[in-house]
């Protein structure tokens, strides 16, 4: 009899966050920024050594310490990460980085643990209507696996689990066995998201879909004193999982759930090492993606079309927590009209701040909905209202098209008009 395959699975992902008082301090347009030094002039290295090193001790230090502890207990205990470019950027620029991908290379020749490739700079770019920029930052993460974990990932998450129809497409002609998904229902339409699914229009891909109430179980209620299944113990999950009927289920989670979401005093730790022994008590076995589309075979297709996209985000579990209001659409609109233009200049510099600028965080922090989406989307940013993330990036795109303008042009930043010229502000 074939057991049940449950795949555990990790987000792990930092933004370059920007510097808050760029608009509001004056620093557009200054003459006196050099060549090399945009970075320092738009993104805040302070705030991001600050957020980095507090949420390594909490939590990428201590979690992976103790998920090495348990693979060498356990020969059947099997993981999943996702890791972003951009953290890994952070991992080589902040104390404890180096420890951490030292942590994570050793995960890797464990031979129990299965990296996922995405977007390198966790940006929307699979949103975009021309599919270069999308598969050169997928290019640039495969590479990255390469490099920092000897790892040729075969199985991929798009950010924040962004899906439809063509993104899948383009994953299968990326030569990728495996995506994963989110288990919206209105996509299921009754089915369970815990069985294995192929994509509409997809000869050989396979889609594995997340289990968003389990997952959320453990990522946002665990420590929520006021849950009627309070507290939860890795016995009780473990026979959560064992009564769940499908092939496999998937529960994904940002890291930061251990240590940093849930605090250690909350017994989060207690839990995940308790887990593994919990769930092989049971008939069921621990299995990577990759593991788990060898061994099922699919029982339906998934149609999402381009119009419908998924994703993980908020309780619509759709496109809005990114570009759901007018603040949002226009920076985004913003971002994908520079991109033909950067690329143009042949400016490293330039493209390299075009793509830390559309890391998908900065949108996320102008979503204006109340309720508890919003407590959600107020807890990750850093500023202290939704516009005050707007000002700050549009500003600062304002200011970075000036500099492209006049790289374009070999202009001064501050007197190239642009009238009469299409790319004129």
Not at 65 to 93: H, W
Not at 126 to 153: A, K, N, T, W
């Amino acid at each position: 009899m074939v057991k049940k395959s449950i795949c555990l699975a990790f987000e792990v992902h930092q933004p370059f966050r920007l510097r808050n008082d760029f608009f509001w301090d004056k620093h557009l347009f200054k003459r006196s920024v050099k060549e090399g030094d945009l970075f320092t002039y738009y993104f805040s290295d302070d705030k991001n050594r600050e957020i980095f090193e507090k949420v390594a001790i909490k939590c990428y230090c201590p979690t992976n310490e103790l998920i090495l502890r348990l693979i060498d207990k356990y020969d059947d205990l099997k993981v999943a990460y996702s890791i972003t470019g951009v953290f890994v950027e952070q991992c080589e620029r902040y104390e404890f980085g180096k420890d951490i991908v030292a942590d994570f290379r050793q995960l890797a020749s464990s031979g129990q643990v299965e990296f996922l490739d995405q977007t390198y700079y966790h940006s929307l770019v699979g949103l975009y209507e021309d599919d270069d920029e999308f598969i050169e930052q997928v290019r640039m993460h495969r590479e990255l696996m390469r490099d920092l974990v000897g790892y040729e990932p075969t199985f991929f998450e798009n950010t924040e689990l962004l899906y439809n129809n063509r993104i899948a497409r383009l994953v299968e002609d990326m030569g990728y066995r495996g995506i994963v998904a989110e288990g919206v229902e209105r996509v299921l339409q009754g089915r369970s998201p815990n069985y294995v699914y192929e994509p509409v229009g997809c000869k050989k891909l396979k889609v594995l879909l997340r289990d968003y109430h389990l997952t959320d179980d453990l990522g946002f209620r665990f420590s929520l004193k006021k849950w009627p299944e309070y507290p939860l113990t890795a016995s009780k999950y473990a026979d959560w999982l064992d009564a769940t009927p499908g092939q496999c289920i998937n529960v994904f989670l940002d890291y930061e759930t251990f240590g940093e979401h849930h605090w250690k005093e909350t017994g989060i730790f207690d839990f995940l090492q308790d887990l593994p022994q919990q769930v092989l008590n049971y008939d069921m076995e621990f299995s990577t993606p990759s593991e788990i589309i060898e061994k099922y075979t699919p029982i339906g297709a998934i149609d999402v079309s381009n119009s419908k996209t998924i994703s993980w985000a908020d309780v619509e579990k759709d496109t809005t927590c990114f570009i759901g209001n007018t603040m949002q659409w226009a920076c985004y609109d913003y971002l994908r009209w520079l991109e033909p233009y950067v690329k143009e200049s042949g400016d490293d510099e330039l493209l390299k701040i075009w793509r830390y600028l559309g890391v998908s965080d900065h949108l996320y922090y102008m979503f204006t909905a109340g309720g508890s989406s919003g407590d959600v989307h107020s807890y990750f940013s850093h500023f202290k209202r939704p516009y005050d993330a707007f000002v700050t990036l549009f500003s600062i795109l304002h200011d970075f098209h000036a500099r492209l303008r006049a790289k374009l042009k070999g202009a001064d930043v501050l007197s190239f008009s642009g009238r009469g010229n299409e790319f004129g502000v």
